[in-house]
């Protein structure tokens, strides 16, 4: 459940999503989805274009995103997958970077 406060800033609920913490399945690391894409997936050109995969900041090892819990059907995968891809995309069109390594 969102705040008022959040929900005036432009929050929402797969924004909660994208920064709840999970657990390298591999490594045992706690990280965010968001924290992922903006510092294991950086140029990485599928990062931008809906990847459903999340990438452990601190080992590099890749998996789905369905597979760790943070969403509960395929559709809800491609959704939050679009929403974090479609931050990004907008952060590098509004600074002007490019997304490949």
């Known amino acids: 459940m969102l705040s008022s406060c959040l929900e005036k800033l432009g929050g ?3 924004l909660l999503k994208t920064t709840r913490t999970l657990r390298c399945p591999k490594c045992g690391f706690e990280f965010s989805i968001f ?17 459903e995969y999340t990438r452990c900041p601190r080992c590099d090892d890749e998996f789905p995103i369905n597979q760790i819990g943070v969403t509960s059907s395929k559709k809800d995968t491609r959704e939050l997958a679009a929403y974090t891809s479609q931050i990004f995309s907008s952060y590098y069109e509004d600074f002007g970077e490019n997304p490949s390594r």
């Open 12 to 14: 929402s609920p797969r």
């Open 35 to 51: 924290y992922a894409r903006a510092v294991a997936c950086r140029g990485c050109p599928e990062a931008i274009l809906g990847c």
